[in-house]
């Protein structure tokens, strides 16, 4: 089946430094997703990508569909302490298959 | 938009009973929704999806008489823990997506079962 290799699997950062995670696949999806998820929370959505090659910001976020459509990339810049949390990426194969495949997550710590 | 709800948050059941948990998208029609599980500091394990008026598709591995699902309407999908167990202990999540809409799923804030 489809893997996704998240990296890196944990992150300790100061207040104000940017951050790079990313996602690599074994296999095509149509649709990458960054979701960030808080304790006890479900995830909340973040960046949609839905192109090969798009480049998508929101606030502080930038994420980037990957060429090959097998890779993707979270940045934050400027980071703050609300910033702390386990980020996923999930990607999608496309058609009527719905589905998604999650990577393990990034956990975030960002020291203020 | 896009919101999706879940009741209840927490749940505690001795073992041998059956709870039921609730997702419900607010304001939208959803006309697939799906059903995960998480482990404590690991990622989402799709469980089912779940589509409304039909039976719904378990992944490999889960017991469909365990994990009861029901999608009656556009905006509500049931799942039933039935005789749980205490290995059955986990956060369960649900998401939907809008129907017509962008096929992004949207997820709900989780239900935290422990089962003693």
């Known amino acids: 089946g489809q893997q996704l290799n998240q990296s890196p699997q944990s992150m300790f950062i100061q207040e104000g430094e940017d951050v790079s995670m990313n996602c690599t696949s074994s296999s095509i999806f149509n649709t990458w997703l960054w979701y960030k998820q808080d304790p006890g929370e479900g995830p909340v959505l973040l960046i949609a990508?839905?192109?090969?090659?798009e480049l998508t910001s929101n606030g502080r976020l930038t994420a980037q569909f990957g060429i090959t459509r097998k890779d993707s990339f979270l940045n934050i810049s400027a980071s703050i302490p609300s910033d702390v949390g386990i980020y996923f990426c999930a990607g999608r194969s496309g058609g009527s298959n719905y589905k998604l495949t999650f990577g393990k997550g990034t956990l975030l710590t960002v020291n203020p | 938009g896009a919101v999706v709800s879940q009741h209840p948050s927490r749940v505690i059941c001795k073992s041998g009973t059956s709870v039921k948990i609730e997702c419900r998208s607010l304001d939208f029609q959803a006309t697939t929704m799906f059903w995960y599980r998480q482990f404590p500091k690991k990622s989402l394990m799709l469980m089912a999806t779940s589509n409304e008026g039909s039976k719904a598709t378990y992944e490999q591995g889960v017991e469909k008489d365990k994990f009861l699902i029901n999608h009656a309407s556009l905006t509500l999908s049931t799942l039933t823990v039935t005789s749980a167990h205490p290995e059955d202990s986990s956060f369960y999540i649900c998401?939907?997506?809008?129907?017509?809409?962008?096929?992004?799923?949207?997820f709900g804030p989780g239900t935290r079962l422990l089962v003693l």
């Open positions: 990508l839905y192109k090969a090659g």
């Open positions: 998401s939907a997506i809008q129907t017509g809409g962008s096929e992004t799923q949207y």
